[in-house]
Each structure stands twice: as structure tokens, then as C-alpha cells.
């Protein structure tokens, strides 16, 4: 099974605002295979064309209400693109082609190097972010990412993918503050995807 990557590491504002730019445009050609995505496109572009509006405004004037609004644009559509991520890996099922059409690129995959296990030792972080759950785990061996899990209930319990990351840490946002979450996450490698790792029962801050 081939695993969306987000490739945001190390991409500046502006690069940013390109590459959202460019997963709109490929999602908005790719209605077939993604009908829903989340969040809306036409919200993806509202919040993609206010990061552009503040990149000009930091490059215009440099003040501190400037660069406080960049800050916070950014991290919106960070948001958004690590919500379409998770969006497009359960519609794609996996399929690197399908992957491919929504303007996201394929994790790259190592030499298989035996099976390996679901991570372990979930542990909750603490965040003064309002509806925010911070979690990190330990993995055996060497994953390519790792697919977040996130359920209401226990009884049972209704797994939904809220996204991929290649770190060993995920920030779960937009949750409703107070309210208690299970999480559970999955390693992916050259040999395939893990069960889920024990669930990790938390507070959204």
C-alpha cells in the first residue's frame, strides 16, 4: 500500500502557497476519484488566497500585525493540507496512480527489512492550544510513516484516519475542546501497513 506524503518539510510561505495552489488545481480535476474532500476546496482556496494576501503584506510593510497574520494563515493551511492528506490516503485506498492524480506525491519506500510491529507506548503531550491532543510513540524497526487514527467511542470503537506524517509525533487539531478521544496509529513500510497500536484515551486541551 503506497502512503501519501505531505513534503512540507523545509518549504518556506511562499513555496507553501505554490504547492496548495497546485493540490487544488489536481484535486479540482480529479472530482471522480475525490468527491468529498475536507476540507471543501473552495474553503482550501479561501485559505490559500489569505496566506498569499499576508506573504504580500510581510513583503510590503514587515510589521508585527503583519508577520503575526502570516504566522497564523500558515498554520491554517498547514491544517488543511494535512487534512487532505488523510482525506486522499482512505479515498485512494493506497493506489500509488490515484495518490498521484490528487497533486500529492508517494512516500518512497526502502528495501523491506522484515515485518514490523504496531507502534507503542502512545503518550499524551501537553498543549496550550485549544483543541489540540500532542501524542508521540515509539516504533521497532524502520517505518516510512505512520497513519493517525481517531475514534469517539469505545464501545466499539469507530476508527477514522485524521492523517499521515513520517515523524514519530502528530498534533491532532480542531477537536472539540474538553471532550476525550481515543487515538491509535499504524506504521507503514516496504513490507505494508501494521494493525493499529494500543489506543491512547486523552483530553482535547
Avoid: C
Wanted: aromatic share 8%; proline share 4%.
Amino acid at each position: 500500500m503506497a502512503t501519501v506524503k505531505m513534503g512540507l518539510i523545509g518549504l518556506a510561505a511562499t513555496a507553501i502557497v505554490a504547492k496548495a495552489q497546485s493540490l487544488y488545481v489536481k484535486l479540482t480535476s480529479s472530482v471522480a476519484e475525490y468527491p468529498t474532500p475536507v476540507p471543501a476546496l473552495v474553503d482550501f482556496q479561501a485559505d490559500i488566497d489569505v496566506l498569499a494576501a499576508a506573504n504580500a503584506a510581510v513583503n510590503a510593510n514587515g510589521g508585527r500585525a503583519e508577520h503575526q497574520a502570516k504566522r497564523e494563515a500558515l498554520k491554517v493551511v498547514k491544517a488543511d493540507i494535512k487534512s487532505l492528506a488523510g482525506y486522499v490516503q482512505a479515498a485512494s485506498a493506497g493506489v500509488a496512480d490515484t495518490i498521484l492524480l490528487s497533486g500529492f506525491e508517494v512516500v518512497k519506500r526502502g528495501t523491506p527489512s522484515g515485518e514490523l510491529v504496531p507502534p507503542k507506548k502512545l503518550t499524551a503531550r501537553m498543549s496550550t492550544m485549544e483543541g489540540r491532543v500532542s501524542f508521540a510513540w515509539e516504533i521497532q524497526g524502520r517505518a516510512d510513516a505512520f497513519n493517525v487514527f481517531v475514534s469517539r467511542s469505545n464501545s466499539p470503537f469507530a476508527w477514522e484516519l485524521l492523517g499521515t506524517t513520517t515523524k514519530r509525533r502528530f498534533n491532532a487539531d480542531g477537536l472539540e475542546s474538553g471532550s476525550i478521544y481515543w487515538f491509535a496509529v499504524s506504521a507503514v513500510g516496504a513490507a505494508g501497513e501494521t494493525s493499529k497500536s494500543d489506543p491512547l484515551l486523552t483530553r482535547a486541551a
